[in-house]
């Protein structure tokens, strides 16, 4: 198969569902151990920044049009290093503030790539300005985070991967002119 610019799309999508299959699989049968948990999301989060990244990359229109999806893969690459590099009692003590500056980063790139998309004249942009503000609306979540003691932070993590994931999947179809 040759790689090109029609081939991101598919690129996108195998992100999304890489997202989705490991959410649910680390929600519904989770490791004995929290900590392999984690790993297997960070894996998965690094895996789908470098999926990211490389969607970028061979796109050759998307040097000349605004995008998020750049930017996305690597926070998913830093942060996934972040908590590749973090033991588990540090990781876990720190992990909403990681998540919340995630979402915050998510959130800046998203509203400012809809509002450059809107100026460009695409159509379907409001997509992901409002991915943005519910991007914003969880960065107040994980901060405040109120449901601490009643939802654990792997699923915490499982349950943005699986936010993330339809951010993915709707993104080629947020260009059309």
Same mark, same amino acid.
């Given at each position: 198969?040759?790689?090109?610019?029609?081939?991101?799309?598919?690129?996108?999508?195998?992100?999304?569902?890489?997202? +989705?299959? &490991?959410?649910?699989?680390? #929600? %519904? =049968?989770? $490791?004995?151990?929290?900590?392999?948990?984690?790993?297997?999301?960070? +894996?998965? &989060?690094?895996?789908?920044? #470098? %999926? =990211?990244? $490389?969607s970028y990359i061979i796109n050759k229109k998307w040097f000349y049009k605004p995008g998020w999806i750049f930017s996305q893969g690597m926070f998913c690459v830093v942060i996934s290093i972040m908590f590749f590099l973090k033991t588990y009692n540090t990781l876990i003590d720190n992990i909403s503030m990681v998540l919340a500056f995630w979402a915050l980063l998510s959130a800046v790139t998203q509203i400012t790539t809809s509002i450059q998309i809107k100026y460009l004249q695409f159509q379907k942009w409001q997509r992901l300005f409002f991915a943005g503000i519910l991007n914003l609306i969880i960065f107040a979540f994980f901060l405040i985070n109120p449901v601490a003691e009643y939802i654990s932070d792997v699923m915490m993590i499982c349950y943005y991967m699986i936010f993330s994931a339809i951010t993915l999947l709707a993104e080629p179809f947020s260009y059309n002119k």
């Open positions: 198969m040759k790689i090109n610019g029609k081939n991101n799309n598919v690129i996108l999508f195998i992100a999304g569902f890489i997202y +989705i299959i &490991v959410a649910i699989a680390i #929600l %519904l =049968l989770p $490791f004995d151990d929290a900590y392999v948990n984690m790993l297997v999301a960070s +894996i998965c &989060v690094c895996v789908v920044g #470098l %999926l =990211l990244i $490389f």
